[in-house]
């Protein structure tokens, strides 16, 4: 029978089970040589053979519950027992055994008719043998066989909700390593950006003034003037610290902006959100120019953020994204053909991927960096985001201004 379905609290219960069948035999076994019965030696032989047959099906492997092999031992285990009532009454107590074997194999709609056929069957043969027939014949089977299965049925609903506490239990902790690496990697992720936002602004904006303002006081001075030179290697060492500050910049800003421009790392996002039931599309409109690495990351995360909502929340079947240069500014508009919502009435959607939270975080991103973001939708109408942020001015030579810095 099968040892591993049940946690090892069951060894006890299926040890007592063996007992209770070998005994009973044995029992039926002892009365009817004990009492001179004419048939001695046959309840004997078959008390014992059908001893042999439990324990050769109690070992056997394929005897498993709802199997056909576990049907076909029953059926011979019945058919031995029902011998063995004809030939002694005693043999009528094996029933109870019996009944909790096959609640335990056989499928529940087969169990309970063939535990009820097994109680009729020991009322018979106790009727059968002549002895004195009273309320007890018929209670005592029945009763057993009502035992029995209240409490088969009783324990097979308590072990089954104990697998469910389990595997529920086993999938919080999981879902909370989930979430744990999830935040790990989202605090990762803002801080890297918090520090490039602080050597921008800081950092990077300083050696950009201070570039400025060395270059305004070389082109006051004479080419020959003492402090001229000084004056240069002082401007040349700020624009090499203000290179090296815009490389820590980059460093720090988000990986799928370290292998490429932010046009090719909203392509791949637009694969990657595309699925048999949406279709995201990327469009660049405009002239491309490079942009800060501050507003590559706000455009890039605002992207993700809109795109995550449209996937969660939206049910679309088409996404549009589109970069337009406009000369003095950029935009990024987000489009989908979903079920969309009244602004200022929806939801605000945690958005674990990004470490926001939907369109507030989109509005301070926006925020801080002066430009500005309008969501249009209407229910059954769709989405559209759209943020737009200013450019920042050249200088006279060319490179960036401070807000490129």
Do not use: K
Not at 312 to 322: C, S, V
């Amino acid at each position: 029978m099968d040892s591993h379905a049940h946690p090892p609290v069951t060894a006890a219960l299926r040890l007592c089970l063996h007992a209770l069948l070998v005994g009973l035999l044995a029992l039926a076994a002892v009365r009817a040589v004990g009492d001179g019965s004419p048939h001695a030696t046959a309840v004997v032989v078959v008390a014992c053979v059908m001893a042999a047959l439990y324990a050769a099906g109690a070992l056997a492997p394929a005897v498993q519950p709802r199997t056909r092999a576990a049907a076909l031992w029953l059926a011979a285990l019945g058919a031995v027992w029902l011998a063995l009532l004809v030939l002694s009454p005693d043999s009528l107590w094996v029933a109870f055994p019996l009944y909790f074997l096959q609640l335990h194999l056989l499928p529940t709609r087969w169990a309970l008719p063939v535990v009820a056929a097994t109680a009729l069957a020991a009322i018979a043969g106790f009727v059968l043998h002549g002895q004195a027939v009273n309320p007890g014949t018929f209670i005592g089977p029945l009763l057993g066989a009502a035992v029995a299965v209240a409490t088969v049925l009783g324990y097979e609903a308590l072990f089954r909700e104990s697998e469910r506490r389990r595997e529920l239990i086993e999938e919080l902790m999981s879902t909370r390593a989930e979430l744990a690496e999830a935040e790990r990697t989202a605090g990762t992720l803002a801080e890297r950006e918090r520090l490039a936002r602080e050597i921008h602004d800081t950092l990077a904006q300083g050696l950009s003034s201070i570039q400025l303002l060395l270059r305004a006081a070389e082109r006051t001075l004479s080419a020959d003037a003492p402090a001229t030179a000084h004056v240069r290697r002082a401007r040349e060492a700020a624009q090499d610290n203000l290179a090296e500050a815009r490389r820590f910049v980059r460093a720090l800003s988000p990986p799928d902006l370290e292998n490429g421009s932010l046009a090719a790392a909203l392509e791949r996002l637009s694969s990657r959100t595309t699925t048999p039931g949406l279709t995201v599309q990327f469009a660049v409109s405009g002239t491309p120019v490079e942009l800060p690495t501050p507003y590559e990351v706000a455009l890039l995360r605002t992207a993700q953020s809109a795109l995550a909502n449209t996937v969660r929340h939206a049910g679309a079947r088409r996404a549009e994204i589109t970069l337009s240069f406009m000369g003095t500014s950029v935009s990024l508009d987000v489009v989908d053909d979903g079920r969309g919502f009244t602004p200022g009435l929806g939801p605000v959607v945690a958005d674990q991927d990004t470490g926001g939270f939907g369109l507030p975080a989109m509005r301070a991103r926006a925020r801080s960096l002066g430009g500005t973001l309008s969501v249009e939708s209407a229910p059954g109408q769709g989405t559209a985001v759209a943020l737009t942020l200013t450019l920042p001015l050249p200088i006279p030579d060319g490179r960036p201004g401070q807000d490129a810095a």
